[in-house]
């Protein structure tokens, strides 16, 4: 056990020197999260009028949940890299902890995830986004939403092993993440959707997430509780969180032990 | 005795293609093999095979007497790789990325710090350790990656194709750094597409062919079946070619071919510097006008023609391909 914490830290330990020295992982989180929440606050916002809905206060946990599901791709791309340079072989063929290379790289990539936070809820702010619900319950949202983008990143990595491509990395993760996107209540309420779209759109996972999040911190939603997902909407995001984590983790471990250079 | 390196028939295939088929080597301690082959011939399967990178479909192999498959964990101990893609990461210094390395074999920190400065010292680092490997030449990525492949000492190192690409400098600069090892006692090997490189470093060579041993033996084996050196004429004009190649059998050389459009002449000079002395004569002689003039070692083009006796087997799908797009 002691071996994964030391093998994960030395690891973590290179991924964050290259948060400083990747100029796309800095932009990742600065440039991208603020531009998020301001092109979705004003330009998106002055279009929305949605009645009994306060639109920047709506769409915060949506760009949240937005930028946390596009990290799958930062962690994708790099696991390409690592394993077309050769740097999984060296790995895999050193006396190490092979966990601790995965644990290493989303453990950081989370980290990067977190950093994203803190400048999207500054932006935020300065925009009149503003949490109404206890300490607590403002932690709680965020640590969903770093749940959420924990489980992404996983994603991203099983992605990146399989395809071993950082262009298809790229657009399949387009692929996979767009629908779940707008097909949920991150940016648009569900209301106006026909019957059957708006309850395949309530058990999205990212519905449940933005949900949850929005009711933690005291923010407009649109939720009115027809149907199990719309009333629980925590216990719906967490259920299907903890399924996706224990159907990717065991994957992408098996798929790195197999994983070779090209 | 104990064999550094040990694999009995020793089989993997992807999906229907058998990329090594029975392969079996016993390398004693403090020797280098070089495994000679081109692409496709299963060199770096065989190095994946015994880096415990890939799992045998069959056969066994062992590293200082460890099962490579039962273990891993331990054979992983005991080697150190250096593959043909210079895996250093880019984005850290040379000193970073040998310290990690060093972190990563649990060597601890004191120990790994010295061992980082050694070798960088040794590979002649030292000056650009502060800076990113992505400023390095391909010289320079390639000796870092061998240092990493060092750091821990182990007992035996594989090389898969460590002077691919690089210019003559850096390979001879590769060389002298293999020898330095192999000096101090390890075990390596080593596989090149270069016969010139294996003949440099190798104890003994294996060459392969479609995942199969097609020659065992050692340098001086391998090249009393391929002949020795060759002395390629390049003349002006291709009317004189004959002339030159008879000139040459008249005078002893050997029998000339005449290839390459009628104006290169190749005949084979075992005779050493008295034989080159004799050709230059024999052709100032016939007052031919030479455009080039040089010696060459065998190539492992002309290995793989003397042990097939035909072509290599890269042409082998081309007329199928050319009917279909005929049709």
């Known amino acids: ?40 606050g004003y330009i998106l916002g002055s279009a929305m009028d949605v009645p009994g809905v306060e639109y920047r206060e709506y769409f915060m946990a949506g760009v949240f949940a937005q930028v946390m599901v596009a990290g799958m791709t930062t962690t994708g791309v790099g696991v390409c890299e690592d394993l077309n340079n050769g740097l999984v072989d060296r790995f895999r063929s050193l006396p190490m902890s092979r966990s601790a290379v995965l644990i290493g790289r989303t453990v950081s990539d989370l980290l990067l995830s977190a950093i994203a936070c803190v400048v999207m809820s500054v932006v935020g702010f300065a925009i009149g986004w503003r949490i109404h619900g206890g300490f607590w319950s403002a932690l709680a949202g965020f ?6 983008g924990f489980v992404a990143i996983w994603g991203g990595a099983l992605l990146g092993l399989v395809l071993r491509n950082a262009e298809a990395v790229g657009s399949l993760g ?16 569900l209301d106006g959707l026909p ?42 995001s967490l259920v299907a969180l903890a399924v996706l984590f224990v159907v990717i983790v065991p994957a992408t471990v098996r798929s790195f032990g197999k994983a070779t250079a090209r | ?71 891993a964990k331990e054979v992983r101990r005991n080697i150190g790789l250096a593959g043909q893609y210079a895996a250093v990461d880019e984005r850290l210094t040379g000193l970073e990325n040998l310290r990690l390395i060093g972190t990563l074999y649990h060597l601890g920190r004191r120990e790994a710090h010295r061992r980082t400065d050694d070798l960088l010292e040794r590979f002649g680092l030292t000056d650009v350790a502060d800076r990113q490997a992505k400023t390095y030449s391909g010289g320079m990525r390639r000796r ?16 898969d194709e460590p002077t691919t690409g690089l210019d003559l400098i850096n390979r001879i600069a590769m060389w002298e750094l293999v020898r330095e090892q192999t000096a101090r006692g390890t075990t390596v090997l080593l596989t090149t597409q270069y016969l010139e490189e294996a003949d440099q470093l190798a104890d003994r060579i294996v060459v392969l062919k479609n995942g199969r041993t097609i020659a065992d033996g050692t340098p001086d084996e391998l090249k009393v079946g391929v002949g020795g050196q060759r002395l390629e004429v390049t003349l002006a004009d291709p009317a004189r ?20 459009g009628g104006r290169r002449v190749t005949v084979p000079v075992d005779g050493g510097i008295d034989a080159v002395a004799t050709a230059v004569t024999a052709l100032k002689g016939e007052g031919a006008h030479i455009v080039d003039f040089s010696l060459r070692k065998p190539s492992l083009d002309d290995v793989f023609l003397s042990l097939t006796g035909h072509g290599t087997p890269a042409r082998d799908s081309q007329p199928d391909a050319e009917a279909e797009h005929a049709a």
């Open chain 1, 1 to 40: 056990m002691s071996e994964v914490i030391v093998d994960g830290v030395a690891l973590i330990g290179r991924h964050i020197k290259h948060i400083r020295r990747v100029p796309q992982k800095l932009l990742s989180v600065t440039v991208m999260p603020v531009t998020m929440v301001l092109a979705f």
């Open chain 1, 143 to 148: 640590g969903l939403v770093l749940l959420l």
């Open chain 1, 174 to 189: 387009f692929v996979i993440v767009m629908p779940f996107m707008f097909l949920s209540s991150a940016f648009i309420p």
């Open chain 1, 195 to 236: 019957g059957w779209l708006r309850a395949v759109a309530q058990w999205n996972p990212l519905t449940a997430v933005t949900d949850q999040c929005r009711r933690l911190w005291g923010n407009s939603t649109t939720a009115h509780g027809d149907g199990f997902a719309a009333a629980h909407p925590g216990l719906v």
């Open chain 2, 1 to 71: 005795m104990e064999y550094a390196i040990e694999t009995h028939d020793l089989s993997k295939s992807y999906e229907r293609h058998k990329a090594l088929d029975g392969l079996g080597l016993a390398v004693p301690p403090g020797t280098v093999l070089g495994l000679l082959g081109p692409n496709g011939s299963g060199k770096t399967t065989t190095v994946r095979l015994l880096t415990t990178l890939l799992r045998p479909d069959s056969g066994s192999c062992r590293i200082v007497g460890l099962d490579v498959v039962k273990q």
């Open chain 2, 144 to 159: 870092l990656d061998l240092a990493a492949s060092l750091l821990a000492d182990p007992p035996v190192v594989f090389l």
């Open chain 2, 241 to 260: 070619a004959q002339d030159a190649a008879r000139a040459l059998r008249e005078w002893g050389v050997g029998t000339a071919t005449v290839g390459e």
